[in-house]
């Protein structure tokens, strides 16, 4: 059976994808050095269409606007710009509403695109660009330590990491985000309180990681700012043990949170990278595996927190716990004790 | 190559569901088609270098070491047809849940008539509505083409006028689509099924033809103002839904020529098979086939052939679970707790669940959790179906119709660990009324049977018949407004020994009478204070009944069921039900 991985690694070698939600302007080449703040493409987003009526406008027919016409499709209008005018004594013009862009015209109608902001796509993370993809994005390689959390709010920032940690299952008390932690990025444990929002965006900071979020914040983190990632899940849950002494480890150094949404079909993970300097390249994680004894994996459980294990021997079909039948393996737990568990609830490190 | 399926030839149906990839044998063994054997795997359609064929090439690989011939060459290729070596197989058909829901805009004239029938035909696939355009819509063109060109949906569902009748509204709607997909990048514009006013057909293509990202026509979902024909609009957006899962996951295309063709959304697969069933079990049958996915719920209930097919997958038990509380509240999945478990716990279940969609409760709480969610969303899709069924067809007070039998798929229903569990979610969800057979499609085969019978009728007849499917109980679900405890129905079952038990039934009680496996009885009903068990208020009748380890079921705990508000209490009752049950 193929084994889902989640990668926890101290170094490696990332090749990541960064996309324009549209069609938009690259601005790097292959083989630039790109940093995480580095704009690499932009877009103008949010666009707003306008329809004018000018058969109406001009009292004509719709067969008669097209001669009628003072503009073409493609041109850039000024509000108030003449977009039509019928001939005559008492012709009438049709004009522009609004400053815009001449995007359809037909049906005695004519639309205009307007508005829009620019959409700045960051690089994310220290590295080179290898690849471009059309007008939409880039691929970026980088070396590192990475790891890979579950939940993600969609943003993406670069900082310092600072710890608010003494222990892997705490809880994270609003009080210890305080003003010398402005423009960090905040290691937490669980939340449960909307205060460390609040706080984390009064700073502000450029990210929050943390262990476990209470499912009623969900809509706090979605409209922070800043990139949150959850490490472990919803409901109390502690960091695990390997993503612990790696992070610890990595204090005050510069991390990379990209908060991306997570989606199993696009193996795409919300992660924090940290870019680590490297005389020669390390391998990269690796893409597919089947389960095997030997592998280091995360035991998962739905109301209880994920444990990490080793995993000893595959069972096949067995009698879990609950009375389901499934295919299973045995995993010694880092305490030493040996589980049961389904394959289904198995991912592997690495 | 793919070869025609004729009859006598054996058969690979796979089923590539959200979580698990299904592949099921079927072959002629003494003159009878038969299900020989099930390999499955998860779905691969996960991870970085993965697609669907190989999880299928997995369940193949899976399923002929089991069957013990030889299906795959040694590239992993499926062989096709059969060798004269004896290994391969002669055809395929496959089906589809696998993937997100179809982002879908619903265009009709107005909202009673077209609107509402492109809303059902929306909800017999894989869909989440996402733009809804009318006749009546209050809202500018330039607000309708911002929707829907922000919404950008994947597929376009367009009806509207009856056949001969006026068409200027609905080239207005048409115009609409066709400026908001001009504005959409190539790659977003949608696929579009148009089921309007037939003299419309011609404008509609010309039109939309070169904005679409594809086009498709079936008959006029309401060719009068009274009739209402969803099927070819189901049939055509049926494949329809099959191409845009191929834009999503080009692999598919694989499969399709695999399969002749023959390839199939699971609910598509499932309606065909309920309807065939309800004819094979007599005309005047109703039947219920429910599939409890990790994608998806899906209902399909055909009254004398008359098919309502409805996908839900708001009710899926996989990554739709985190938004499942905008559908109901964590009380009302917490009544059906047989353990005190907090209802923050089950908040946190639902979203952790959502994340590993593919986990299975290995403990006793999360499959507690677990088939409460279950319950749940069985009780909230029955409610649905009630709502969405035609007047003459529903029930009393919310009530699902009585049907016979209730077919019931999806690991979370035939993978629990007993048969009293399975019983019970079904009883407590469905909240079933009558005289009821309740069935398990053990290894959920009816999608690819119904695909299957696209191509070969005979084989899902012959492999029925064979006893593909697992019979769980006969249920007797009585309605009555007496008071608890207060007795509403004697029943007395002659078995074909000779022995024979007599029973008086009050009401909120729930009693098994014993009839094992193999067994046959009669089952003699006589119901008291105008308790109504199917036949009418106060109507006694008696039934053949057949046995099985849960024998037969008398539900007399009420219509709707109603638990005790207090938790201790209700608990205790829950597992005495449990207990009842035989755990």
């Known amino acids: 059976m193929l084994a889902p991985l989640i990668h926890i690694l101290p170094l490696t070698t990332l090749l990541r994808t960064r996309l324009l939600p549209e069609e938009g302007r690259l601005l790097v080449n292959v083989g630039q050095k790109v940093n995480p703040t580095d704009i690499v493409a932009e877009a103008v987003v949010g666009k707003k269409h306008l329809v004018v009526d000018l058969a109406q406008k001009l009292g004509v027919s719709q067969s008669q606007v097209a001669r009628l016409l003072k503009v073409k499709k493609g041109q850039q209008v000024s509000k108030d710009e003449v977009l039509a005018e019928s001939p005559g004594l008492f012709g009438r013009e049709a004009t522009s509403p609004m400053d815009g862009l001449v995007v359809a015209i037909g049906s005695g109608k004519i639309v205009l695109e307007t508005g829009g902001a620019i959409f700045e796509l960051a690089a994310g993370l220290p590295g080179v660009v290898v690849q471009l993809i059309g007008t939409r994005g880039v691929v970026i390689r980088a070396t590192g330590a990475i790891i890979q959390g579950l939940w993600g709010n969609g943003r993406l920032d670069f900082g310092q990491l600072h710890s608010l940690m003494d222990a892997p299952d705490e809880v994270l008390d609003p009080g210890r985000i305080e003003v010398s932690l402005r423009g960090s990025i905040l290691l937490g ?99 597919a595996d089947t389960f095997t004894a030997g592998q280091m994996v995360r035991v998962i459980s739905l109301s209880k927190p994920a444990r990490l294990g080793t995993l000893t021997r595959l069972c096949g079909i067995s009698t879990l716990p609950s009375g389901i039948i499934a295919s299973a393996a045995e995993v010694r737990l880092e305490s030493g004790e040996e589980i049961l568990t389904p394959l289904t609830n198995l991912e592997v490190l690495g | 190559m793919p070869t025609s399926l004729i009859e006598g030839n054996s058969l690979l149906a796979v089923d590539i569901g959200a979580i698990t990839t299904r592949a099921a044998y079927f072959d002629v063994v003494e003159g009878q088609y038969r299900f020989i054997g099930m390999g499955q795997c998860p779905t691969t359609n996960f991870g970085a270098g993965r697609n669907v064929v190989l999880g299928l090439q997995l369940a193949v690989d899976n399923l002929q070491n089991l069957i013990g011939k030889s299906l795959l060459d040694d590239k992993g290729q499926l062989i096709i047809p059969t060798q004269p070596d004896g290994s391969g197989v002669d055809g ?34 894989y869909t989440r509505i996402v733009a809804e355009i009318g006749q009546n819509d209050t809202r500018s063109l330039d607000e309708q083409i911002n929707d829907l060109v922000q919404h950008h949906p994947e597929l376009a569902l367009v009806a509207g006028g009856v056949d001969g009748g006026a068409v200027s509204s609905i080239k207005t709607l048409v115009d609409t689509l066709g400026l908001a997909a001009y504005l959409l990048p190539e790659d977003k514009r949608p696929a579009i099924l148009y089921a309007g006013n037939k003299e419309l057909a011609g404008s509609v293509r010309a039109s939309l033809g070169q904005l679409a990202s594809e086009i498709t026509f079936a008959a006029n979902v309401r060719p009068t103002l009274e009739l209402e024909d969803l099927g070819p609009a189901q049939r055509a957006l049926a494949d329809l839904t099959i191409h845009l899962r191929q834009r999503q996951m080009p692999e598919i295309e694989e499969l399709r020529i695999l399969s002749g063709g023959l390839i199939f959304p699971s609910a598509y697969g499932q309606g065909r098979m309920v309807r065939f069933l309800a004819r094979y079990y007599g005309e005047n049958n109703s039947v219920l086939s429910v599939d409890a996915g990790a994608g998806a719920l899906t209902l399909a209930a055909s009254f004398a052939g008359d098919l309502h097919l409805n996908v839900f997958p708001q009710f899926g038990l996989g990554e739709s679970l985190s938004g499942l509380l905008k559908h109901t509240s964590l009380e009302e999945i917490v009544r059906w707790l047989p353990l005190e478990i907090s209802a923050e716990s089950v908040r946190n279940y639902l979203y952790q669940k959502a994340l590993y969609p593919q986990a299975i409760p290995a403990s006793l709480e999360d499959l507690a959790i677990e088939q409460a969610i279950v319950r749940q969303n069985l009780f909230l899709a029955a409610q649905f179906l009630g709502q969405r069924l035609p007047g003459r067809l529903r029930g009393r007070d919310g009530l699902l119709p009585s049907f016979e039998p209730i077919l019931a798929s999806g690991a979370a229903l035939t993978g629990a660990p007993s048969l009293g569990q399975k019983l019970l979610m079904l009883l407590d969800g ?138 201790a209490e209700r608990i205790k009752l829950l597992k005495k039900w449990y207990k009842t049950v035989g755990g």
Do not use: W
Not at chain 1, 213 to 239: K, M, N, S, T
């Open chain 1, 189 to 287: 444990g669980h939340v449960e309180s909307p205060k460390v929002f609040h706080n984390a965006a009064e700073l502000p900071v450029r990210g929050l990681l943390i262990a476990s979020l209470a499912p009623a914040l969900l809509p706090l983190a979605l409209q922070a700012a800043y990139p949150v990632v959850v490490l472990e899940g919803f409901g109390r849950r502690p960091i695990n043990s390997s993503t612990y002494k790696l992070l610890s480890t990595n204090v005050k150094r510069e991390i990379s949170l990209n908060a991306e949404f997570a989606d199993r079909q696009k193996d795409l993970h919300p992660e924090a990278f940290i870019p680590l300097p490297v005389s020669q390249e390390p391998p990269g994680p690796s893409q």
């Open chain 2, 92 to 125: 395929m058909v496959s089906t589809l849940s696998v993937g997100k829901p179809i982002r879908t805009l619903l265009m009709g004239l107005l909202p009673e008539i077209s609107l509402k029938s492109v809303e059902k035909l929306a909800h017999t696939t």
């Open chain 2, 430 to 567: 469905l909240q079933p009324t009558g005289i009821t057979t309740l069935v398990l499609d053990q290894n959920n085969l009816l999608a690819m049977l119904g695909a299957a019978a696209e191509v070969n009728s005979l084989l899902p007849v012959q492999v029925m018949d064979a006893g593909a499917l697992t019979y769980l109980a006969t249920v007797v679900a009585p309605i009555s407004s007496a008071s608890y405890g207060t007795p509403i129905l004697r029943v007395k079952l002659l078995r074909q020994d000779g022995s024979e038990m007599s029973e008086e039934v009050c009401q909120g009680e729930l009693q098994i009478l014993p009839l094992e496996n193999g067994q046959s009885a009669r089952l003699e009903l006589r119901p008291l204070h105008r308790a109504d068990v199917g036949l009418g208020a106060g109507r006694a009748g008696a039934l053949d009944v057949i046995g099985s380890s849960l024998g037969v079921v008398i539900d007399a705990r009420g219509r709707p069921l109603h638990l005790p508000e207090n938790s």
